[in-house]
């Protein structure tokens, strides 16, 4: 069994001081990038929603349940109740000032106080490792914030400084797996509205399954004193912070929008859905889901300056399987939970329209590099750990390649080009179950007592 090194949790720790060194100045730069577009950055946005009505109370609300891990539980029904009466007394405020939330929920001000309370609680009345804890708590619950932020402006920044976009690129390409979109989305047209939102509610909670798993994951900090060297909070800020950065170099906005929808679509499935995506007259034409795009050679396509480039990778995709291997190991409901969660997430990616099944591959591959990473950052890192990581980047960046390059080749010849690139996922797939298993502390048998002879 492998033996971890002695000086491995205060490196462990200042590589995370150094990272959150990092992660504050990206947040300045990004908060600079915004501003030169004319729009709020992530740094603006939070600091308005200490008053004004949050985007999504909800978060808000998830982000002091992570901080509370840390806490008693006494200290958690006097926070939760400090929270709720904030949100009350701001609701009385607007009712009485007339001010009426017209954007955002009404509610959720009362978490991010409460946060930002423990903040200055831990900074003037905690010392020692009950601050540091503490700190950790309220930094683990402003970073899942700032972390949803940081999203919302990166995708701003993608539909205004990306005025083309991939998408015939990766439509092309998408047909040597049969053009998984179409297929799906007319099953999903098929099951009528109540098939339609019940996916969508799934694809619009993912955070909150999420925080489900994150909560049993640090179920014991409060006891223990201390956090778990890896959990699933860890995996989705760094998808988070990495993902969009490959929008900027692949951008891509997904066949709902590049190629229309068709009025018979939306019939069957906006009876409970009102809000139709429209992609207006720079869509090529409106084939999506009923028709398959035809195969020509592709070429970059002008796009709106609204419509977020966000497909390639499937972040949504990295994240529900960053759900299914975080749940692998805990109870029976949570695995089922999770198996659901990433199956119902697939279904509605491409149900929906947001994404091509190349998209998929490319999420699920992006997923597991960035897993075998942190795994191996809270390890220590040692040759199994390396040839992981740089094995998932390596057909990671392949797949993209192949996407820009040969997407033409890849369409006129489906029966090679997508076997091999199914391949190519499930071989990092298999590397990683092979190398975390492993990983995992071998169970040594109990030693036999010797038998002593018996007296003569």
Known sequence: MRVPRPDLPRRRERLWAVAGVAALGFLIVLEFAARRYGLPGPITTQVREVVAAPKSGGLLYAAMALMMVVLTWRQRFIATGAAIGIDIAFALVRWAMDAKVTSGHPFGNGAL???????????????????????????????????????????????????????????????????????????????????????????GQLAVAAVVVALYQLRGVAVERRFPGHHLVRTFLVIGLLGPAFYMIFPVVGPIFAYGTGTE??????????????????????LWPQTLPPVNTPHPMPFDEITPRNCMPSLHTAWATAIFIHTRKGPRILRYAGTFWLVATLAATLGFGYHYGVDLLAGVVFVLTIEAALRSLDRGWDRSGIRLAAYGATVFTALLVAYRFLPLTMAEHPWVSGPLLVLAMTSVIYGYVRTTAAWEPKATPARQPVPQPEPI
């Open 113 to 203: 106080w409460v946060i930002l309370s423990y903040g200055v609680i831990a900074a003037t009345r905690r010392t020692g490792s009950e601050r540091v804890l503490l700190l950790k708590g309220v930094g683990l619950g402003l970073l899942l914030v700032a972390g949803r932020k940081t999203g919302d402006t990166w995708l701003l920044i993608t539909s205004k400084t990306r005025p083309a976009v991939l998408d015939q690129y990766v439509a092309t390409a998408d047909h040597a797996l049969g053009s998984p979109s179409w297929l799906v989305g007319r099953v999903v047209a098929a099951t009528g509205p109540i098939g339609f939102n019940f996916l969508d509610i799934v694809y």
């Open 265 to 286: 679509y939306w019939a069957t499935v906006s009876l409970w859905s009102p809000d139709i995506p429209s992609s207006g007259h720079w869509a090529v034409a409106d």
